[in-house]
């Protein structure tokens, strides 16, 4: 595989969406920032949870249909695949590049968490561990978004993965009170504590996200049109 | 030896509705094919096999001695492909796609794209989503033509072109082909585009190869014959000769076999041969498609 390839296709990508991911990352921040600048009131700290939360669920909707699923609806796959490139490159510099925004745009949703959680009376730096099963959920299902994306082509069923992420977004809150007591009672520690069970479920959206991307390669090199 | 710029052998592929059925095809280096056919023949699905974005189910192509599409990012460096159904990136200017496609081909020619954006007054700063369809076909044909290819497969380019946006896509090829290594697989409905600039014609039809042939004899081989048949005379059965319907006593005879001696042939049947006349590729064409079809010209 052609590493400087997949850069240049991954920069192509990057260049043509550059405005909404600019408007993405931008409001990740102004949701750290919104909770921090007016003080640690429930109703802006609500604010920014759900502009962090819908932000990654357009995310999680935005890279894959606009990098793959328009550029076979407005016929311009043709174009990039009829230059000397081939699909390994492709499906790497899909698969890179949008993984590289995403891990950005989460990073920016690390950075602005601390901003809302740091007035809160019921959540202290022992939430970490919790936070980041979260944020693997979220890279989960932008992987596996990624994969049937990449592999089916269709708009369908990215709507239909698009749908239960937005399921999750609502059952998020349920879920965080469905946690383990012994889990909670670190929320309001200072101390990080990586519990076994945490440390197991991020091995396994580890291993989710390893499998799904692998599986992409195996169905992509097995694919005889590229129109 | 002369070298094979396209070897198709026994090519298919198979869609529900349509297959591609054993194409064999060979192109020699330096020459202009037309490849013709109806809506639906195959020729896209032929053309797309060429550069890698379908892959055949049996067969083999190879391009410019390569094996397709186990060879297809060696293959596509040498090759430039235009397509009807080819969309380049709306909100981006000519300019950053000759810039990315510049990225990509080592064998970049900026003085050759700077040359062709003049030659189709283009304007580098443009975008796409500005351009009329003209010159959209032109900006597709100038990022495949300014890193030099070996070989240009160009599936309808011409189509919605008005006749001087044509005239210049024509006169591109036709310059192109100054250069004599250089090949070109072209598509058209347009049959007096593919008169003009092709060696070699092949009809298409179906997902068969009907005919391939260099350009000069083919056309010389057909020809109508216009026929007074007399009540008392029939129409000899000739290798090659289709009879048309007529009025009265009048006929029409289309062969793409035609030799002096077969109006020689129907005055001895009684028969009087009023003109014999050459057809054009648009008429051959029709020919064609009616006689592989088994319908009556």
């Known amino acids: ?227 | 030896m002369t070298t094979q710029a396209l070897r198709l052998v026994g090519l298919e592929k198979a869609y529900p509705d349509f297959k591609l059925d054993g194409i064999n095809l060979e192109l020699p280096e330096g020459s202009v094919m037309g490849l013709i056919g109806p809506n639906g023949a195959g020729k896209s699905t032929t053309m797309r096999i060429l550069v890698g974005l379908v892959q055949q189910d049996g067969g083999q192509a190879f391009v410019l001695g390569r094996s397709m599409p186990s060879d297809q990012v060696a293959v596509k460096r040498d090759v430039g492909f235009a397509s009807e159904d080819m969309r380049l990136y709306a909100q981006a200017s000519i300019r950053w796609h000759m810039d990315f496609v510049r990225s990509i081909h080592p064998d970049w020619d900026e003085n050759h794209a700077q040359a062709l954006l003049q030659r189709f007054d283009l304007q580098p700063h443009h975008k796409v989503k500005g351009l009329s369809h003209g010159q959209r076909v032109k900006a597709t044909l100038l990022l495949a033509l300014a890193h030099r290819p070996k070989l240009l497969i160009l599936d309808e380019p011409t189509v919605g072109l008005d006749p001087v946006a044509r005239h210049e896509v024509l006169g591109e090829l036709m310059d192109v082909l100054s250069d004599t290594d250089r090949s070109i697989l072209f598509s058209s409905q347009n049959t007096q585009d593919v008169e003009q600039i092709s060696d070699i014609i092949t009809f298409i039809d179906r997902g068969r190869l009907i005919e391939s042939q260099d350009k000069e004899s083919y056309l010389d081989s057909w020809r109508r014959l216009r026929l007074e048949v007399p009540t008392s005379a029939s129409l000899p059965e000739l290798a090659g000769v289709v009879y048309g319907r007529g009025k009265g006593t009048l006929r029409v005879a289309t062969t793409n076999r035609f030799e002096p001696a077969m109006t020689q042939a129907f005055q001895s049947a009684g028969i009087t041969v009023q003109s014999v006349e050459p057809m054009t590729l648009e008429e051959i064409f029709l020919a064609t498609v009616h006689l592989s079809r088994g319908v009556p010209g």
């Open chain 1, 1 to 227: 595989m052609n590493v400087a390839m997949t850069k240049h296709l991954m920069l192509k990508d990057l260049y043509l969406h550059r405005y909404p991911i600019l408007g993405l990352a931008l409001a990740l921040p102004v949701a750290g920032i919104a909770p921090a600048l007016f003080g640690g009131e429930t109703m802006w700290r609500q604010m920014g949870l759900t502009i962090l939360n819908n932000s990654l669920i357009y995310l999680i909707f935005f890279l894959p249909i606009a990098t793959i699923i328009m550029e076979r609806r407005n016929h311009t796959l043709p174009f990039v695949m009829s230059l000397p490139v081939s699909y390994k490159e492709y499906t790497a510099a899909k698969l890179i590049g949008s993984l590289v925004v995403f891990g950005i745009t989460c990073l920016l949703a690390v950075l602005a968490l601390p901003a809302i959680v740091a007035r809160s009376e019921q959540l202290a730096r022992g939430v970490w561990p919790v936070l980041a099963v979260i944020i693997g959920v979220y890279v989960v299902l932008f992987v596996v978004t990624l994969g049937i994306c990449l592999v089916t082509e269709s708009f369908f069923w990215t709507m239909v993965l698009g749908l239960l992420s937005v399921v999750f977004a609502f059952l998020v809150f349920p879920l965080l009170e469905s946690i383990p007591p012994h889990l909670i009672e670190h929320w309001t520690s200072e101390r990080i504590v990586w519990d076994g069970e945490v440390i197991v479920v991020l091995g396994i959206e580890v291993l989710v996200s390893m499998a799904v991307i692998a599986g992409t390669f195996a169905l992509q090199k097995r694919k005889k049109d590229f129109l």
